[in-house]
């Protein structure tokens, strides 16, 4: 029996795919070659964004109705829209809001429904609804909801008139969709323009008119259609009437009356034309002055840093009047920027640490090797991510910093068991496939394991599951790659047996082996004995640990959160005041908790001794 279990193990398989690259050095270069460019390559071409692009599976029908009550909203509008859409395949739930003057239904989608086909189902049931909308209520709006993360928010403010600041904010606007890269720009925080018409009802009496007469005279002469083709020798011409209007004095002109002595009844005779905003209640502030703000978006496929890159450069070179300021209110590739330099920093340091570590132990050729398998890793799973079509976001980061402890274990594991062999057996060629053969059934299982941990977050549905999809992928295609390099790659690097460690760097090693080797023989090894001799009190006590650890959490004493709660770097301040309060007492209010607010930021201000932060402010 003792002869037979000290027989020899049977030398490794020289055929195989380890083998041939094992003897194809440069076989293993060229794929560790193609790896690096290949990836380095991919990571540059990849789409940047803040969060991986959702869909919410989402559509809205949303129908205003001007003047109407909530009663009259949900009895005209959404119950009769919700009743419609029942039955649709695909429809998960149907929720509506009757507010007044407006109705809003939303329809919620199965997770694996065709949004296409349900959006034109609920489109065909909504128009095929007889006697709808109602006489008042505006047509119908259909829209599938699409999600389109800001990627910049600019305040534009000072001691300027509202019409200047909302003439810069369109001005900005039509400027910005002009650069390339840029697609969705929106104003907010800023009233509309608008010509409102006041006709008092003693001008009305005057001259026999009513109400409805004006509006005929409006509709009539601010209109903009076609009155056909004349066709010529030279072509056809198109007749076009183009009497819309878009002024004050133009809407002034328009004729309302012809008179007995042979004059024309204008409309500014007989009303005041206010060419100005919305009568509205709404006041902007930024940094205590007048503002409207700008929002930067991107779509599905723009790139978040090149966007902000681009409408930083336009920032730079743009000229505005005095008295008219822009700031960088909010910048969402900060978080960004800092997820990406985090990681880098962690790869930075993990590879520095891996190799002095195998440099103290093992040998620096050893070392070097199986550092690399970090960047090799990390390129070639760029490859396979940039192919499967994924992007660079904060997820897919958090990914990478999470995977960046396991992707070495393999090279680390394959690189010692290879060192280990060829210490052995200085002189036989084949060391290095021994090495490899010896661990690789356990690695191999190690790694699929990890794999297997994370690939059920691939089957994740509902937008939790489109947010964490990314990271399953980025494990399982860096983790495989890992395999590759350990397996083809480092095996061909450390054939020759010579070691690069001499000197200071060899003593170094042998004198933290030394070191090892007592802490082994006279601390690790009598515990481990002591462990067996009483291993029915070890396993008792290893049981009442795994006890006590269920019993924190399941006593609340250790609490699970499924999102951490993390300080923000901004505060919002929300004054709900009771319904009918005048705007000018709301107003005062605001003004109040301004003050409070600027004089705590003088306060940190003058003990810091620079700018704590800045506020935005809202009334309506």
Do not use: C
Not at 132 to 158: C, Q, S, W, Y
Not at 610 to 615: D, H, V
Request: proline fraction near 5%; charged fraction near 20%; glycine fraction near 6%.
């Amino acid at each position: 029996m003792a002869d037979s279990d000290q027989s020899p193990q049977p030398p490794p398989p020289t055929t195989g795919l380890i083998a041939w690259f094992n003897s194809n050095h440069v076989a293993a270069n060229i794929l560790m070659a193609f790896l690096i460019i290949a990836g380095l390559i991919s990571a540059s071409n990849m789409r940047t964004e803040t969060f991986p692009s959702i869909d919410p599976k989402l559509i809205t029908v949303t129908v205003p109705y001007p003047g109407a009550t909530p009663y009259e909203v949900a009895d005209g509008i959404t119950s009769r829209v919700e009743q419609a859409l029942q039955g649709i395949e695909g429809v998960k739930r149907i929720t509506s809001t009757a507010s007044e003057g407006i109705g809003v239904i939303r329809v919620e989608l199965t997770d694996f429904a065709d949004a296409d086909d349900v959006y034109n189902e609920v489109q065909t049931a909504v128009n095929g609804l007889s006697s709808f909308p109602p006489a008042d209520a505006e047509r119908p709006i259909v829209t599938r909801v699409k999600a389109t993360p800001n990627v910049l928010t600019l305040a534009i403010f000072g001691e300027a008139p509202e019409a200047t600041l909302r003439y810069w904010a369109d001005t900005i606007e039509d400027e910005l969709l002009q650069l390339p890269g840029v697609a969705l720009v929106s104003l907010r925080g800023i009233r509309d323009y608008e010509i409102s018409i006041e006709v008092s009802e003693e001008r009305l009496r005057h001259h026999g008119l009513t109400l409805q007469n004006v509006g005929d005279a409006v509709a009539a002469f601010s209109t903009d259609i076609p009155a056909g083709v004349v066709e010529s020798n030279q072509g056809e011409i198109l007749l076009r009437v183009q009497e819309k209007r878009f002024t004050g004095p133009e809407f002034e002109r328009i004729p309302v009356r012809s008179l007995t002595d042979g004059s024309v009844l204008r409309l500014g005779d007989i009303a005041t034309v206010v060419d100005g905003f919305e009568d509205i209640n709404l006041v902007s502030k930024f940094d205590n002055a007048r503002a409207a703000f700008i929002e930067v978006k991107r779509s599905e496929s723009e790139d978040t840093l090149q966007v902000a890159e681009t409408v930083k450069t336009y920032l730079d070179q743009l000229a505005l009047p005095e008295g008219v300021e822009l700031a960088l209110q909010q910048d969402e590739t900060v978080v960004l920027q800092d997820r990406i330099s985090l990681m880098m920093r962690n790869a930075l340091l993990g590879f520095v640490l891996v190799f002095v570590i195998l440099l103290l132990f093992l040998d620096l050729k050893l070392a070097i090797w199986t550092s690399s398998a970090i960047p090799i890793s990390f390129l070639g799973g760029m490859l396979i991510l940039h192919f499967l079509g994924y992007s660079i976001n904060m997820v897919s980061l958090f990914a990478l910093i999470v995977v960046l402890g396991i992707v070495v274990d393999d090279g680390i594991v394959t690189g010692e068991s290879i060192f280990e062999a060829q210490e052995k057996e200085p002189h036989n060629p084949q060391a290095v496939l021994k090495g490899v053969h010896a661990i690789l059934a356990p690695v191999t299982v190690g790694v699929a394991t990890t794999m297997a941990a994370f690939a059920p977050l691939l089957f994740s549905t509902g937008t939790l599951g489109q947010i964490v999809g990314v990271v399953p992928a980025v494990v399982i295609a860096i983790l495989l790659v890992s395999l590759l390099e350990a397996y083809l790659i480092l095996p061909a690097h450390l054939a020759h047996p010579g070691r690069w460690s001499k000197g200071i760097m060899a003593r170094a090693r042998d004198a933290v082996t030394r070191t090892l080797a007592k802490f082994v023989d006279h601390r690790l090894v009598p515990f481990a004995r002591f462990a067996i001799r009483f291993r029915y009190a070890t396993l008792g006590f290893f049981l009442a640990i795994a006890i006590l650890t269920v019993g924190l959490v399941r006593g609340g004493l250790v609490r699970f959160i499924f999102f951490p709660q993390i300080e923000g770097d901004r505060i919002t301040i929300s004054l709900t005041m009771p319904q009918g309060t005048p705007f000018a007492v709301t107003a005062d209010r605001i003004e109040s908790i301004e003050d409070a607010v600027r004089a705590v930021r003088t306060e940190i201000e003058a003990e810091a001794g620079q700018s704590a932060f800045t506020k935005r402010q809202w009334v309506t």
